[in-house]
């Protein structure tokens, strides 16, 4: 997304299959200076010590985030090269790694009741709470566990996979 400078102001990762509701996109980044690191998306939890932004859900990434991120890249590569174990076949896990190691964590995007915005799952599948028991167990660890019915989602959802 691009400002009238055509400088970035947010750079959008979605799936082919992730279907990004625009209106509530814009809504939602409308609060958030892109001057500034943001890193948001739908937050899981493997381990204390590593937290990711699920790729099928999609993410946002503000322009200064994504320069600080190609800045920083190079020189996390070459160290990683001699241990590719970090991004464990994932690419959403390495590139949250990446900006992590960084110094930018990723935001919690749920809204002001914990419902998530950023979706897994089509919508019917994530209001009925039929997901996969890996995602019910790394939401929990991130303290945003998965509700069912109404209060699954919040009305400004950005994205559903």
Known sequence: ??????????????????????????????DFDAKYHHFLGRRLRINKDLIFLSGGAGFIVSGAAAKHYVEYYPS?????LKDDSWMMGA???????????????????????????????????????KVDQWV??????TGEPI????????????TFH
């Open 1 to 30: 997304i691009r400002g009238r400078s055509h400088e970035k102001l947010w750079i959008v990762k979605l799936d082919t299959i992730t279907f990004p509701l625009m209106e509530n996109l814009l809504y939602y980044i409308k």
């Open 147 to 158: 509700s069912k019915g109404k209060q699954c989602c919040s009305p400004y959802s950005v």
């Open 76 to 80: 996390f590569y070459e160290e990683r």
């Open 91 to 129: 690419r959403d896990v390495g590139v949250t790694t990446t900006f992590v190691k960084s110094g930018i964590q990723p935001n919690s995007t749920t809204d002001q009741q914990k419902r998530q915005r950023f979706h897994l799952y089509a919508p019917l599948k994530t209001v009925m709470g």
């Open 136 to 141: 019910t167990d790394y939401s929990q660890k």
